[in-house]
T-cell receptor, first 116, second 111 residues
Framework: ETGVTQTPRHLVMGMTNKKSLKCEQHLGHNAMYWYKQSAKKPLELMFVYNFKEQTENNSVPSRFSPECPNSSHLFLHLHTLQPEDSALYLC???????????????FGEGSWLTVV | TQLLEQSPQFLSIQEGENLTVYCNSSSVFSSLQWYRQEPGEGPVLLVTVVTGGEVKKLKRLTFQFGDARKDSSLHITAAQPGDTGLYLCARGNNAGNMLTFGGGTRLMVKP
């Protein structure tokens, strides 16, 4: 239990569906992240939020739409996805927006997404 | 693009053996982290190294940061089945606020 909870853990959706992934952190952190992990590529950063403001969009297609209503919650809205979007989507949080020692990033267990 | 190359990609060994996995880049790291990811879970931070030549130990795991801060290694002594997982290295960007991950080394330790 890392303090970062993701739901659902597994999701199967058609290419025309609209669904959302949810992430909640109980750690009092100020930075939250979405990462994509697929079988053939390294873990890829998608979005970064710092104090609810989006600070990074790593050239992610618009069919992925993030939302951060407060520092504890992060959503990833999914619409008209493609089969190649099937992957493990990981949410993470950290106290600060920094990679330096002492600012540990905590990952959730991930949401397995299959697009059919 | 500042790529991180990890090797080997896959490693299968018997319990009790020693192993070393590597993380390399053509550019200097501001900091480097090692994570372990077990099946069905997210990555968990093992260590952060920031100083060239730094060596850190975590029980049977020894982490080394290269003198030039372009490479790092993770050595596991007397591997156990519980060490099985995906080992990822990650580097911070120059601003120190973003992580780039390597492709990982998938380790299986057989009893």
């Amino acid at each position: 239990e890392t303090g970062v909870t993701q739901t659902p853990r597994h999701l199967v959706m058609g290419m025309t569906n609209k669904k959302s992934l949810k992430c909640e952190q109980h750690l009092g952190h100020n930075a939250m992240y979405w990462y994509k992990q697929s079988a053939k590529k390294p873990l890829e950063l998608m979005f970064v939020y710092n104090f609810k403001e989006q600070t990074e969009n790593n050239s992610v297609p618009s069919r992925f739409s993030p939302e951060c209503p407060n520092s504890s919650h992060l959503f990833l809205h999914l619409h008209t996805l493609q089969p190649e979007d099937s992957a493990l989507y990981l949410c993470a949080s950290s106290p600060l927006l920094s990679t330096f020692s002492g600012n540990t990033i905590y990952f959730g267990e991930g949401s397995w997404l299959t697009v059919v | 693009t500042q790529l991180l190359e990890q090797s080997p990609q896959f490693l299968s060994i018997q319990e009790g053996e020693n192993l070393t996995v590597y993380c390399n880049s053509s550019s200097v790291f501001s900091s480097l982290q090692w994570y372990r990811q077990e099946p069905g879970e997210g990555p968990v931070l093992l260590v952060t190294v920031v100083t060239g030549g730094e060596v850190k130990k975590l029980k049977r795991l020894t982490f080394q940061f290269g003198d030039a801060r372009k490479d790092s290694s993770l050595h596991i002594t007397a591997a156990q089945p519980g060490d099985t997982g995906l080992y990822l290295c990650a580097r911070g960007n120059n601003a120190g606020n973003m992580l780039t991950f390597g492709g990982g080394t998938r380790l299986m330790v057989k009893p």
